[in-house]
């Protein structure tokens, strides 16, 4: 079982490629990459509100527990030895101001990731390619 579960939008550039680079980083498989925008996806995390997963980076450890925001950034970073690149942003005097710059770029993503890829979302986003 992997140590953390990501419901991530695999319709949005930005996010896709940071899951790329995660699961490139994930030599013990200790991730686990769930489109919400999968056919299957309410049937096998009714749990998971697609709406909310949608406006939020959504995770959810082993032991059940979800996460939400930066919180999963720095787990999954975390769990493929990268937690120092992202540790910074859950400490106390900085973790408000970089949520809510988290939540800014969550709501703008499309139009932020128009401007660095070309494209705002993609029909097809694959973490293979």
């Not at 680079?21 to 919400?36: G, S, T, W, Y």
């Not at 925001?69 to 975390?78: F, K, N, Y």
């Not at 703008?108 to 990731?113: A, D, K, L, P, Q």
């Amino acid at each position: 079982m992997a140590a953390l579960i990501i419901f991530y939008d695999g319709g949005c550039p930005l996010c896709v490629k940071e899951m790329r680079q995660l699961k490139a980083k994930d030599k013990q498989h200790k991730l686990q990459f769930e489109n919400i925008w999968a056919n299957d996806f309410a049937t096998r995390f009714p749990r998971v509100d697609i709406a909310e997963a949608n406006r939020i980076l959504h995770g959810q450890k082993a032991n059940g527990d979800m996460i939400y925001g930066l919180d999963v950034t720095h787990a999954a970073w975390s769990a493929v030895g990268r937690g120092w690149m992202t540790a910074a942003l859950r400490w106390p005097v900085i973790k408000w101001l970089a949520d809510k710059g988290y939540l800014f770029f969550a709501r703008n993503r499309n139009g932020i990731s128009k401007l660095i890829t070309g494209n705002a979302r993609c029909l097809q986003c694959s973490l293979d390619e």
